[in-house]
Every structure is written in structure tokens, then in C-alpha cells.
């Protein structure tokens, strides 16, 4: 299939403005900053705050979507390959799931690499959800209607805080949303070599990203990094595992979703044929803002 017109558009722009994912990182969230970004919807409420977790006070974002009484609620974890990303950078999906799901929708900015090396956006994200939990009532949310999830890397640290509170018997954790998740540190899979240019998320920018993240190679092989690697997936949380056809991580997403399902989870997978990575919750992309719908939806019918 030929990639989706709108996603085309957004390859064609970025190629033209020269933008590459690489260099120096620092800079590269400086120039993102700068990027114009359009509205959102309108949510009741938004709310920045920062909770202590891990060592640290981790700012968050907190969506209230309209409606009385007490939510249920999405932890939400941004991408952007553990170097980049930001709560703004979410703010326009983060709206529309909060929306779509009646939940309030908790938006984490764990910090990055290569300042803050692996484990610690994993342990940020899992000790926030610990303390959202923990602190529900204060917050006005359901413990026990709580969800994770998050898009590329985000979708692979939503994967490890389900596996991380399965395996510390807490928080609960009702549903995973995986947006086309970094699920493996490897570069051989079929996607790879097929989506290794040309469609915004490169080959040789996974491989920027996993080695700023890393402290050393042996750092990938641990299910903390690589949540495919996990000797044992069962019992964990209902998940919906969204991928796009031309992605480099297309092929790892299908097989978490598979390997989930073959260890008795509950799965629902899709994948977007015509889709780039980054499509979901794009303001120019009309199926990613739809598919960020689509996701809200299904967490209203998981989480009532």
C-alpha cells in the first residue's frame, strides 16, 4: 500500500525544512520547542504539577476531561526514543484520549537520556503510576480503574511499568496502551530492513536513540529495556497494540502483541496500513487523531 497522502505531506515537509533525528540532543529539543503547535481540544481542566518519584520531583500534566464524580485514569507516557519528547509535544493527544475516554489522562515527563541513562525513565514511570495510585483519592481518580500507556518509547515503558507492577504486586494495572512500542533491542527484523529510510523514524536513528539511552550493550538484553525479552508475559494487563506499516518498529510491536497473546493475555492489535511512525494523535495526519479516538473509546468501555 502507498503511504497515507497526509503522512506524505508530513515526510515531504520535514524533508524539505531538512529535519533529521540526530545530532546533538540537547539542540534537538531546543529546535522541537520551537516547532508551532496547533490547539487541542478543550478538556475541563489542565493541570502541571510534579510528583516525588524515584529520587525526584517528575513533572506531570493532568488532563480532566468534563463530567463529575470520581474517573478512571490513563497514565500516559510520551515518546521520542528516551532523548527528546516533552509533555508539550503530547498535550494535542493527551486531549483528545482524555475526551474520548472520560478518564483524567496523567501525562509524564520522565527524564531523558543521555543526562539520565537506562533504568531511569523506566523507574520514573513506574514509580509515578505507583504514587498516582497510591494517592488516587487525593487526585480524584479509580486505583482500580488505572491504565498506562504511551506512543515508540513511551509504548515500551507503558510494556515495562505493566511487567515491573505484575511483578512488585502493585500498582494494579486494568489496560495497556501500546502505541507502536519499542518492544526489543535489535535491528533485524523484516521492518527494519524494509522502513530503514525514508519514512521519518530511520534505522540509524534507533540506533542514536538506544545508544544514548543504554549505558552499554549488555543493557539491551535486560526486559527492563527490551520488554520482548521478558522470560515470562502472563498475567499482565488487557493491551491494545497499535503499529503502522511503515515503521522500522512495525514488526517488534506485532511481536510483543503475539508473544502476549500466546502467553494467554488478552490482545487486540491493529496495524495502520499506510502509517508512519508518529502518526497517532498527529495534528496533520486526520486516521492518527482518529486512531488517538479510537483508543479513548476503548479505555471508556474497559474502564467504566
Known sequence: MAVNPQAQVV????????????????????????????????????????????????????????????????????GGGWVIGSLDGSDYGCRIMANASGAVVISVDYRLAPESKFPTAADDCYEVTKWVSEHAAELGVDASRLAVG?????????????????????PAIAYQALIYP????????????????????????????????????SDGQHPKASPLRLSDHSSLPPAYVITAEFDPLRDEGEAYAKRLRESGVEVEAKRFDGQIHGFFANPAIE???????????KLADILK
Open 182 to 217: 519499542v518492544t526489543n533491542h535489535s535491528y533485524d527484523t523484516g521492518s527494519y530492513s524494509a522502513n530503514a529510510d525514508g519514512y521519518l523514524l530511520t534505522k540509524d536513528s534507533m540506533v542514536w536513540f538506544w545508544n544514548h539511552y543504554l549505558n552499554d550493550e
Open 150 to 170: 504511551g506512543d515508540s518509547a513511551g509504548g515500551n515503558l507503558a510494556a515495562v511499568v505493566a511487567h515491573m507492577a505484575r511483578d512488585a504486586g502493585g
Open 11 to 78: 515526510l515531504d515537509t520535514m524533508a524539505a525544512a531538512g529535519f533529521q533525528l540526530g545530532g546533538d540532543p540537547v539542540e534537538l529539543r531546543a529546535m522541537m520547542a520551537l516547532a508551532p503547535r496547533p490547539e487541542g481540544e478543550p478538556v475541563a481542566k489542565v493541570e502541571d504539577r510534579t510528583i516525588p518519584a524515584n529520587g525526584a520531583d517528575i513533572p506531570v500534566r493532568i488532563y480532566r476531561p468534563e463530567g463529575t464524580g470520581t474517573k478512571p485514569v490513563l497514565v500516559w507516557y510520551h
Open 287 to 297: 486516521e492518527g487523531q482518529e486512531a488517538a479516538r479510537m483508543i479513548g473509546k
